[in-house]
């Protein structure tokens, strides 16, 4: 059996743990239970907590505006026994965000800056032996204009969120102190079909007053774990002096090569020990032969073949965690990316945990990995050095996973200058050139430190990148493009992409990110941009796919993104999340997830009916409902209720089919080969409302959408213009916050979790008719102020920035609100009564007699009206 790199490294700690009797070995221990935490700056009201660690898992998430950030303190006592005073000790913090301080018995120990990338600290001469020692780190999350990133669409959750380890380990070893790398890097200084070699670089320390002799041993093994080549060295390291060791070996002959489809993998065991044989130090990775280049005009190339990269983006938090996401969850995330079909992750837009990266090298996943400079430079030495030192741990400890073939290192980062009207011309123009100067040094640092990976950088849509020829320094070029969501439709992707690649042949170029908002519980039979429907959402990416795969000279592109993922300042239909996610934030699919799939994954067969059960349909004056299936096979058959309705073919993994759902319980099935899905859906269905079965009905006004509401088991329908025996309003236009945004207001909505029929609302409706039966009903009526206080809630809506900008901050809007005639509310002021973007609801309990119906009326004292819902619900 071949041996599971991290396997390897639970037996060691498991092996050296035990009492501790290895005394001269390498020893690693994870300290992530029972620290002390507090947020108190006196110290005080400590709690007991386990790393993976933040303080922002809630406060992110809630109706107060904002998170905390600021200072976090943390504190555990370690026992270190008397028996282990000849070693020497390091700690090892795998993230920690963002500027951490770490003390060990009230001793300083050192300072790290950035929250993405590990650091060690040798504590050896803090340390009291045969006795507890104190460990303090203060944790810092507050904005900081020398820390990349600066300004982000990602909430910077803040606190001790990777292990913690303790590493004890002889005076010779291989180095901890290289910017937290293995102390090895292995290079391949040639490989093809025929033959590949391998290069090993170590670095060892000596920390012992005499020099010292040891032997190095290294070898390679292929992954039935047989060793396949040895190299073996004696080295003399004089005393407290380092090492560095350069062990070439011998060709490898007709080389396993490793790709996506077939992800073969060596081993490379490193052993260090003394004149006796004894061991001191032990590492291994795997390592794997591919090449992969790109060309202008044929896209990437894979060990000699063209190979399109298909994929997406990863963000590491999750709902209920924050960033502080148990490993084994995390891991899940990358089986789903695998499971998707995708070939190609970006870890956007910082390094993720090194766990995933090994798991890319294990399952074939090739990976995009990049240091978080985003959206801005500040012009300072502290903000350069930081950056650079970033991107050196950032390359040195994720050099030797072969999955990693793309090293980045910035974003978008003239996204701020475009949309800043503050600075002067002069200020911008300044601000190009350090910002290009700072790129320029990142670029040629990376291309000298990883000589064998592609360079990349991520753009957005703005001529700036071009004019600057920022774009002409990396080797490919990542283009974030997002028509058909912030800006132009979705064909104008192709357009784009072809005038870029005549107008600069010489660039290589993908789609870094591109993907619109999708809600599951918003649906729409005429979705539009910007209307968060999961049909939108199917829309633009499988036209963005079918645009790529018509461009041989793109390389690929990545999805924006994986999951739904925190970004606190959001007001979406789920607010303070970025809503693109191919699944949720839970990591429960959306519909377009089983398309990729159905497109991708060639090897698992699959058959997806996109309907959600668990959503009451609304068919209103509607006879079929047309519903998408997913498919990698080619044909299937369709039952409704037992009876075969259609036959249909799929084409690109997609087929549609015209469902006449009756009204009830309906059971849709599909068949194909040995494969069936079947959903059960309770549907309402009704061409007149005046029946004896009508019992409750919710209304989305202002919206061609439909919204589930979790709260109440309700589907909300979309709105209408009013017709006898249905509803609608017979007056009033949606209101839009930007002229072609269907979302109504881009905000959290307090004191609900309704978004989904709050943001959308009807303006200037004086009359909304519900022709329902007589009978005693239960109404309840929805309304939020519009008026928008700040702009910076939506600084992301890039469309939106100027027309927003004309907008009145001071609109006020008072109306009186009857149903049939009497008066519920006559002042209804929401802009000076209750908090900015309250949802507030008015239930009243009504008797309709006289085949009347349900007359909602509106009367404006001061500005328009506005009117988000209603609810009808059936009393006797
Ligand atoms: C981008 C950014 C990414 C955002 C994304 C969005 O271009 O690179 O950080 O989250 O757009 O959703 O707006």
């Not at 908002?517 to 729409?524: E, L, M, R, T, Y």
Request: proline letters at 4%; hydrophobic letters at 35%.
């Amino acid at each position: 059996m071949k041996p599971h790199p991290a396997r390897y490294i639970i037996n060691l700690v498991i092996a050296c743990g035990v009492a501790f009797s290895c005394q001269l070995s390498a020893q690693k221990n994870i300290i992530n239970s029972g620290w002390q935490f507090t947020l108190d700056s006196t110290k005080t009201n400590w709690q007991t907590v386990t790393i993976p660690h933040t303080w922002n898992q809630d406060d992110a998430f809630d109706d107060e505006p904002g998170y905390f950030r600021g200072v976090g303190f943390y504190q555990k006592q370690v026992y270190v026994g008397a028996e282990r005073n000849d070693l020497i000790h390091y700690l090892r913090f795998k993230g920690v965000n963002q500027d951490a301080n770490v003390y060990v018995n009230g001793h300083f120990v050192g300072n790290h800056k950035g929250g993405y990338t590990a650091f060690n600290f040798n504590i050896t001469e803090f340390l009291k032996f045969g006795s507890y020692n104190l460990i303090e780190v203060e944790v810092d999350n507050s904005y900081n204009a020398n820390i990349p990133p600066l300004d982000i669409d990602f909430t910077i959750y803040g606190g001790i969120y990777r292990d913690v380890e303790w590493i004890a380990v002889p005076k010779q070893h291989l180095t901890l102190n290289d910017f937290a790398s293995e102390g090895f890097y292995v290079d391949y200084p040639h490989v093809s079909k025929e033959k590949a070699s391998v290069e090993v670089s170590v670095l060892l320390d000596n920390f012992d007053v005499t020099s010292a002799s040891n032997q190095l041993e290294i070898s390679i093994s292929d992954d039935d774990g047989k060793i396949i080549q040895t190299e073996t060295e004696n080295i003399k390291i004089n005393a407290k002096t380092s090492e560095k060791l350069k062990i070439q070996f011998p060709d490898i002959h007709n080389p396993n090569l490793w790709s996506p489809e077939h992800p073969y993998l060596y081993q490379l065991q490193i052993v260090l020990k003394d004149k006796n044989g004894t061991i001191l130090d032990e590492k291994s990775s795997p390592i794997a032969f591919r090449w992969v280049t790109v060309d202008p005009n044929d896209g990437l190339f894979l060990n000699g073949e063209p190979y399109k990269i298909i994929g997406v983006n990863r963000h590491q938090d999750y709902e209920g965690y924050g960033s502080a996401v148990p490993l084994q969850l995390q891991e899940k995330d990358i089986h789903l990316i695998k499971n998707m079909g995708a070939n190609v992750i970006r870890f956007a837009h910082y390094p993720q945990a090194q766990e995933l990266y090994r798991l890319c090298d294990e399952l074939g996943l090739l990976v995009w990995s990049e240091i978080p400079i985003v959206n801005k430079v500040t012009n300072t030495r502290e903000f350069f050095e930081t950056s650079l030192n970033m991107q050196e741990e950032h390359l040195k400890q994720y050099y030797n996973f072969p999955s990693v073939v793309m090293f980045g290192y910035m974003n978008e980062i003239f996204l701020r200058l475009v949309f800043d009207n503050t600075s002067t011309h002069q200020e911008k123009e300044d601000a190009k050139i350090y910002t290009y100067e700072l790129a320029k040094q990142l670029e040629e640092f990376t291309r000298k430190m990883a000589p064998n990976r592609l360079t990349v950088m991520a753009l957005h849509f703005n001529e700036v990148y071009n004019d600057t020829k920022i774009a002409d320094l990396s080797m490919l070029i990542g283009w974030n493009l997002y028509f058909g969501w912030y800006n132009g439709t979705i064909p104008d992707l192709g357009l784009f992409l072809d005038d870029q690649h005549q107008r600069f042949p010489n660039r290589s170029i993908m789609i870094s990110e591109y993907g619109p908002g999708a809600d599951v519980n918003i649906s729409s039979t005429t979705p539009k941009k910007y209307d968060y429907t999961q049909e939108y959402q199917l829309i633009l990416h499988k036209s963005y796919y079918e645009q790529v795969m018509a461009r041989d000279f793109v390389v690929g592109m990545t999805a924006w993104n994986f999951a739904d993922f925190g970004s606190e300042f959001r007001g979406e239909t789920i607010p303070h999340v970025n809503q693109k996610g191919l699944v949720q934030y839970n990591r429960e699919p959306k519909d377009v997830y089983y398309w990729y799939k159905a497109v991708l994954n060639t090897k698992e067969p699959l058959l997806h009916i996109a309907l959600n059960a668990e959503h009451p349909l609304n068919l209103i004056n509607e006879d079929k409902r047309t519903v998408s299936i997913f498919s990698n096979e080619t044909k299937a058959e369709v039952f409704l209720n037992g009876e075969l309705i259609d036959t249909v073919t799929f084409s690109d993994g997609l087929a549609t089919v015209d469902i006449p759902f009756i009204n009830d319980e309906n059971e849709l099935t599909v068949t194909s080969g040995s494969q069936e899905e079947t959903k059960t859906v309770q549907v309402f269905k009704s061409d007149n409302l005046k029946t004896a079965h009508f019992k409750r009905l919710g209304i989305n006004i202002g919206s061609h959408f439909s919204f589930y509401d979790k709260e109440n088991n309700v589907t909300f329908v979309s709105d209408r213009t009013y017709s006898e025996n249905l509803y609608g309003h017979s007056d009033g236009t949606p209101y839009n916050i930007t002229k072609d945004k269907n979302q109504g207001i881009p905000n959290n909505i307090k004191n609900t979790e309704k978004e989904g029929v709050f943001q959308t609302m009807l303006e200037g409706c004086t009359t909304y008719k519900v022709d329902v039966p007589n009978g005693q009903y239960q109404i309840t009526l929805y309304f939020v102020e519009p008026q928008i206080k700040s702009n910076i809630e939506i600084v992301f809506n890039l469309a939106a920035e100027n027309e927003l900008s004309h907008h009145n901050p001071k609109k006020q809007r008072v109306f009186e609100v009857s149903l049939n005639g009497i008066v519920i509310e006559n002042h209804l002021d929401m802009a000076n009564t209750v908090p900015d973007k309250y949802g507030v609801t008015l239930i009243s309990v009504v008797n309709l007699r006289n085949d009347e119906g349900l007359s909602v009326n509106l009367k404006p004292i001061e500005g328009k009206t506005v009117f988000s819902g209603v609810l009808i619900e059936k009393k006797d």
